[in-house]
């Protein structure tokens, strides 16, 4: 009879009803393209694009980054939280088991109502020792809709953990990009003061042989500190640009190897995809939108509250004065019970709770329609960035080719007498400024193409993911 009630009552868990809402993914109005096209866009963007720019120092600084990384870390260690957070609530669905042993030394009363038989001894010792079992049957679903809720947030915080390496590597690739960028940007400026420091010289011996003006020498003498106030300006950028990536690496601030020049990188192919994909692997729209699913289900959880709560309990063991006496058939205790509780009168609690649970999800509902508008922001962003930087870079490269041979010309009719240096110091100060904002437009240009990397997702943010995971057990004992 008991075992028919047990297998009656776990049917009746399985097939009961769940209260409140199933989750079903709110309709996204998507466009159909993105804003510009491009022509050769490929499907490159489930692999290591960071290997397109085929510099070996940039791959190493990934893996070491995606081995070391404090915040990869914490990202890992939460995703743990969670997923111990969902055996916890899970749990309940099952019967709890547990034994309990105790034993004692009594002294019951002489002058009681039940008194003594004469020569008894008031004192007298018990041995207990017993098997216990509750389970509370869910019946209308909350325990079900709990742990749909912490399911739901270990999804979220597994997608948490790809924001947190979608955004290292893209970080790492972006930040070498512009250290490479003032690498170079420093080269120019020490280069340009060695050539104005060299025509200062110059220009002081002919002052002193007459042949030039002091005038002369004072604005080459200008131009040639504005080069050399260039130079500590970089390196301190350098400098800094080194601590950052160390962070990213989860080492101490120190210098940070080189590769290729920034002038000597591939630019990687754009992934060609549509708006609609971007829903299926964007690591922060997938966590809003398992955060809405939490929510939902939370909702469920809430309006159960209304429902009766069935539990049943059972305990079976043994009593004795005697530990001899302990484990025989005489001493067995047992009790099996059940009880049914519910509200009557709450005066509002549980529809607070019902209100304040529909609220959040409203709240996460906006937070996922919000989350997929700055997506498409940002990958529009990025694509658009991306050709715009490249018509940018060529309109700059051309000036500075024209700036090279005007100040050659400058130079030369300088040199055969038939201008002022003048003519010669404004071509190389326009020619110095051009380099400089063409190395940092070549550096935004690569960024923008890390950027649409970032921005669409993709497989690759898996195959990063699975590189920092082979790595963690080694760390871990760290």
């Known amino acids: 009879m008991k075992t028919r009630l047990v297998t009656a009552l776990l049917a009746a868990t399985v097939a009961g009803c769940m209260v409140g809402p199933d989750y079903r993914r709110p309709d996204i109005d998507t466009p159909e393209a993105w804003r510009i096209e491009y022509a050769k866009a490929a499907d490159v963007a489930n692999v290591k694009w960071w290997e397109q720019f085929d510099d070996p120092v940039l791959n190493g600084l990934v893996e070491t980054a995606l081995k070391d990384n404090r915040d990869l870390r914490i990202a890992a260690a939460r995703v743990d939280q969670f997923i111990g957070a969902l055996a916890t ?16 030394r009594n002294r019951i009363t002489e002058v009681g109502p039940s008194r003594l038989p004469p020569g008894a001894s008031p004192y007298f010792s018990l041995y207990q020792a017993s098997l216990g079992a509750a389970w509370q049957v869910d019946l209308f679903g909350r325990i079900r809709r709990e742990t749909e809720a912490a399911q739901a947030r270990v999804y979220a915080s597994e997608q948490g953990k790809r924001g947190v390496v979608l955004t290292l590597v893209s970080g790492v690739a972006t930040s070498y990009i512009v250290l490479r960028s003032l690498d170079r940007q420093l080269e120019i400026a020490q280069a340009t003061a060695k050539n104005f420091g060299a025509t200062e010289r110059l220009f002081e011996l002919r002052f002193k042989s007459g042949l030039a003006a002091r005038t002369e ?8 500190q504005q080069a050399l106030a260039a130079i500590p300006a970089f390196e301190q950028a350098i400098a800094a640009q080194e601590n950052l990536i160390s962070i990213l690496l989860g080492r101490n601030p120190g210098p940070i190897p080189r590769g290729k020049a920034i002038d000597e990188l591939v630019a990687p192919l754009i992934p060609g995809d549509l708006p609609s994909d971007l829903l299926l692997r964007r690591p922060d729209v997938l966590q809003a939108e398992q955060n809405l699913v939490a929510a939902n289900a939370n909702i469920g959880a809430a309006r159960a509250l209304y429902y009766p709560s069935i539990s049943i309990t059972g305990a079976l063991g043994t009593a004795s004065d005697s530990v001899s006496n302990l484990l025989e058939s005489p001493a067995t205790i047992g009790t099996i019970g059940a009880g049914l509780t519910g509200p009557i009168f709450t005066f509002g609690r ?20 919000q989350t997929i508008l700055n997506a498409f922001r940002e990958t529009n962003d990025a694509l658009i960035g991306s050709q715009k930087k490249l018509e940018q870079v060529k309109a700059q490269q051309l000036r500075v080719e024209s700036l090279r041979e005007f100040a050659r010309l400058a130079r030369l009719r300088f040199d055969k007498g038939v201008a002022g240096y003048l003519d010669v110091l404004v071509a190389e100060n326009e020619l110095f400024a051009a380099e400089l904002a063409t190395t940092g437009t070549l550096a935004e240009r690569y960024a923008q193409l890390v950027a649409v990397y970032r921005a669409v997702g993709g497989g690759w943010v898996d195959v990063a993911d699975g590189m920092a995971a082979a790595a963690q057990p080694a760390t871990a004992q760290r």
């Not at 607070?352 to 609220?359: I, K, T």
């Open 89 to 104: 609530t899970g749990s309940q669905l099952y019967p709890q088991v547990g034994y309990e042993a105790d034993a004692s």
């Open 217 to 224: 020498v004072v604005q080459i003498s200008s131009q040639y």
């Open 350 to 369: 549980i529809k607070g709770q019902v209100q304040s649970a529909e609220a959040v999800e409203r709240q996460a509902l906006a937070f996922y329609e």
